[in-house]
């Protein structure tokens, strides 16, 4: 009886307490997001313009599907997701938006990830995007967009990305994890300085999370951190931008805020006006993709049908999906190939052994 009582009194209070937020909040779209508008610095004016604001994310993977995940339920306008991957079952340990039935079904990372969002908030407009981001194509990525969220996992295209932020003059929001340890800050061109400022070169010391590993916790908290400044700019809050690069290990119980200063008047973006990365154009079709991977582009579209049966003798266990074709070769290794051109060869780090296997099964 008193366990009934209880809930009596519980459920009276949750009438109360509802027919009271309907008085002071009207509408489907303030009720869902009536503890953000609640909270002062957001307000009602900072919901709203957050329905006007858009991001970009650049990768999908960890830290990506964490940011799209905050920006989408945030109520954010437009959100872009860019990936060139496809979902893997050693993804499902952090990559939180994917699970097994996207693995099974060897779906692009963007793809899986824009149905999950479309079902978290229909009212965001989605662009999903399932490209390699090079120099030749990175400005299309992030072109009318008010915002870049780095959820990228290499030095290489965080620079790109970088360079293209502050070529085009805006913000950049840079995060990493590997193992324990993460970071992030926001760059702001004229403002800030830029990552090359920090980091001059793009040197991981040779640890990535294909080679040390890397926790769930971590890559939560570093892009979380990366949502808060988001919302912090998206909504015009310069007071409350951090103006320091935070990094921190949450298994050895350390955190150091650097402050981030004047940008280097030596630096080639924000002092010289140069854009290294942008101008290596054209370079290297051939790039190490993670551990025991090896991606070649530069072959034009690929017809997923046509292939399939150009492949299916040498490779009698051939999937497909419309946006690719896999499966495991005679000599051990795993050919992918992507609608969009590009090859990966899985089972191997060396590239010319990837090369070889490209020269005999896709030509030239
Ligand atoms: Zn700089």
Redesign the pocket.
Known sequence: MKVKAERTVNEAQTVVASAGSNVYISGAADERYSRQILFAPIGTQGQHKLAERSVSIIGMGALGTVLANHMVRAGVGKVRIVDRDYVERSNLQRQMLYDEEDADLALPKVIAAERKLKRINSSVSIEAIMADVTPANVLEFIENTDLVLDGTDNFQTRFLL?DAC?HEGIAFVYGGAVGSRGMSAI?VPGLT??????IPSADSGGETCDTVGVISPVVDLVASYQSAEALKYLIGDDKARRDSLISFDVWNNHQHMLKLGQ??DN?????LNKYPALEREGEATISLCGRDSVQIAGHPPFDLHVWAQKLEKAMPNLKMNPYLLRGFLPEGERLVLFADGRVLVQGTADPARARTIYARYIGG
Do not use: D, H
């Open positions: 970088n502050y760059f300085p830029c990552l090359r400022c920090l940008p280097r630096c080639p973006c924000c002092g």
